[in-house]
């Protein structure tokens, strides 16, 4: 479960716009011609654009402040109103005369859009404004955790602004993460982290992505030629690939998908949040995941807090759980990218047919740290030390029960007879054993921090159970 045991200060950059719903029903064809009828039922409006990272960032319970530039009109007022009711500090929101607050409408029926019409600007803000949003923000950057950039190519993160930017950030230790567009990525240049999806990141790279090959290619690229710390592109139903000093992919989950709307803003908010909070690049990779996994359930843009992440993350937990079944060069990646604070526990065994005694064992292992990992020995294994009527159940089945517990984190199969070379290769804190292991060598004792001895419930045991069974 995720707990952020701070409140981030963060700073959003970038175009903001009203989205706006009309909902309604479709019964009839017009008259006049062939188009459909809407008959209007209600009216919403949220915020667009970068207004969508920063709903999506308080949502997730972060203090914002937002600095953009906006036109003299009446939807300057309406969205400056949206803001401030969101608690958003609006000190460095400029209005340019001539320029339009951008509003897009979306017409509903029955939860399908019929059409779109937009009002807005796409040039360039002025100069003047540039210079105005720079020093504000330059004046003011020693306030934030981190700033976020959400370019929606709409004229205000011009390549000037967005560099100078990135610069005062840097030389004042400050994190920019950016949401990027368009075809010429060389004014994020020196950036923290930038998260294309895969068709930008294809057109900036021009590199065509059809399989890792050429995912890792494109990601790499982007990552040198730019000077960033990471890359993050997204892949949809795919998950999402960071590139770091590797690559590394995260998996989605597949759900219902009614919307994917601000999906990549939410992704923006929440690897800033994550990063805020301290976690690594990959727990906040994971955290923005499970983001955008609650957002695309909701229909229209939405926004997911931390609450509902934590249900999604146990929904997910309870559904997918044999997802914990991993192979040891999965779970040495994993444990790669592992929070330092977090203490490994690792303990092995046959568990032919789990019993109480298993589950009190296991539950005293999982006591002793952060994650247990569970080495199971395969059917051969089995076989070599019990005898040829073993295992009654085999290593799957026995490694998928042993998941749905939630206290066990990891379950990887061994073909060996002792997990030394398991060991050897994860690098666990501790192992636990047995207490009928006191006073023998316990093997991989030489290769972990600690050695726990667990005491065993008395009178349960699968060789019991399994005589039990033949004197029926």
């Not at 229909?299 to 997918?320: F, M, P, V």
Request: charged share 25%; glycine share 8%.
């Amino acid at each position: 479960m995720y707990k952020i045991s701070k409140t981030p200060k963060i700073l959003v950059v970038g175009d903001l716009m009203i989205d706006h719903y009309l909902w309604g029903s479709c019964e009839r064809i017009s008259p006049e011609a062939p188009v459909q009828v809407v008959d209007i039922k209600s009216e919403t409006s949220a915020l667009g654009g970068a207004g969508n990272v920063i709903s999506n960032l308080v949502s997730l319970g972060a203090n914002v402040d937002v600095a953009s530039v906006i036109g003299e009109d009446e939807n300057k007022n309406i969205l400056t109103l949206m803001l401030k009711k969101l608690g958003v500090g609006t000190r460095m929101l400029f209005s340019e005369p001539g320029r339009k607050t951008a509003k897009k409408s979306r017409i509903m029926a029955s939860h399908q859009q019929i059409v779109r019409y937009d009002l807005e600007s796409k040039k360039d803000i002025s100069s003047q404004s540039q210079e105005r949003l720079q020093k504000t923000i330059s004046d003011a950057i020693l306030e934030y955790d981190l700033i976020l950039l959400s370019d929606y190519a709409k004229g205000v993160l011009t390549p000037k602004l967005t560099s100078s930017i990135i610069k005062t950030a840097k030389e004042n230790g400050k994190l920019t993460l950016i949401d990027p567009k368009g075809e010429n990525y060389s004014k994020y240049k020196g950036a923290a982290l930038i998260t294309p999806n895969k068709k930008e990141a294809s057109i900036a790279s021009k590199i065509q992505i059809t399989n890792n090959q050429t995912l890792q290619e494109a990601g790499e690229k982007l990552k040198k030629e730019l000077g960033l710390d990471f890359v993050i592109i997204t892949l949809s139903e795919d998950g999402m690939a960071i590139f770091g000093e590797n690559m590394t992919k995260i998996p989605t989950i597949a759900r219902e998908v009614y919307d994917v709307t601000g999906a990549g803003d939410t992704v923006l908010a929440a690897l800033g949040v994550g990063l805020s909070a301290g976690f690594d690049i990959y727990k906040a990779a994971l955290f923005a995941t499970s983001a955008a996994a609650v957002v695309v359930a909701k229909l229209g843009s939405a926004t997911a807090s931390i609450d509902e992440i934590n249900r999604y993350e146990s929904q997910k937990l309870h559904n997918e759980y044999e997802s914990k079944i991993v192979n040891a060069d999965e779970l040495q990646k994993i444990l790669g990218h592992k929070d330092k604070k977090e203490k490994v526990v690792f303990t092995n065994g046959c568990f032919d047919i789990l019993h109480a005694g298993h589950v009190k064992y296991l539950q005293n292992a999982k006591n002793l740290g952060s994650l247990l990992i569970v080495g199971l020995n395969s059917d051969e294994s089995v076989k070599r030390l019990k005898g040829k009527n073993r295992p009654i159940n085999s290593g799957q089945d026995r490694a998928s029960v042993l998941s749905a517990l939630g206290f066990v984190d990891y379950v990887v199969i061994f073909e060996e007879d002792t997990p030394y070379q398991l060991i050897e290769k994860l690098k666990p804190d501790v192992l636990a054993k047995g207490a009928d292991y006191k006073d023998k060598e316990v093997v991989g004792s030489n290769l972990v921090k600690e050695v726990v001895l667990i005491d065993f419930v008395a009178d349960k045991s699968t060789t019991n159970i399994i005589k039990r069974i033949q004197e029926q």
